[in-house]
C-alpha cells in the first residue's frame, strides 16, 4: 500500500499546536493547514462538492478579515490609551498602584511597556512620583 504525502506531517504538527479546545484553538495558518490536507487527501471517486469548497475558502476569507479587524482595534485601543494618559501629564489623580495602594498626586510621566510573549500586548502606565498606575487603575482626575 503506498502512503499519501502530506498526512504525517502537517496532521502531527498540527495536532500538536492545538491544546485540546477544538477548533476554536485553530488560527489562520492551522486552519489553511487543514483545509489543504483535507484537499490531498480526499477520495478521488468522491471529491469535495464545489459548494463545499466555496463555504470553506469564505470561512478562511471570514477568518482572515476577522484577524486583521482584531488587530486594527487593538492597535486603535492601545493609542487611544496612550492619548489619555498623555493628557493626564501635570493633572493630579487619585488612583491605585502596582501594589494596589491609594496613590494622589501629579502625573510626572507615561510609559508604555510591551509584554515579553506577545509584543502586540502593550501597557500603558502614568507615573506619580516613584508610583506606577496602570491606566485603567485610575479612579479620578483631580480638577486644580
Known amino acids: 500500500m503506498t502512503s499519501i504525502p ?3 506531517g502537517s496532521s502531527s504538527s498540527l495536532a500538536t499546536k492545538s491544546n485540546g479546545n477544538g477548533m476554536a484553538d485553530l488560527d489562520t495558518d492551522q486552519f489553511l493547514g487543514l483545509l489543504l490536507t483535507e484537499m490531498q487527501n480526499q477520495d478521488p471517486l468522491q471529491p469535495m462538492d464545489n459548494s463545499q469548497m466555496l463555504t470553506q475558502m469564505s470561512q478562511i476569507r471570514e477568518i482572515g478579515s476577522n484577524d486583521r479587524l482584531t488587530s486594527t482595534l487593538s492597535n486603535l485601543a492601545a493609542g487611544q490609551e496612550l492619548s489619555m494618559a498623555s493628557s493626564m501629564i501635570g493633572k493630579t489623580v487619585k488612583a491605585l498602584d502596582s501594589n494596589a495602594k491609594d496613590v494622589e498626586g501629579k502625573v510626572d510621566r507615561v510609559s ?4 515579553a510573549k506577545d509584543s502586540s500586548k502593550r501597557t500603558v502606565s502614568v507615573h506619580i512620583g516613584d508610583s506606577v498606575v496602570d491606566i485603567s487603575n485610575i479612579r479620578e482626575i483631580v480638577e486644580t
Open 112 to 115: 508604555v511597556q510591551t509584554d
Open 6 to 8: 502530506g498526512v504525517g
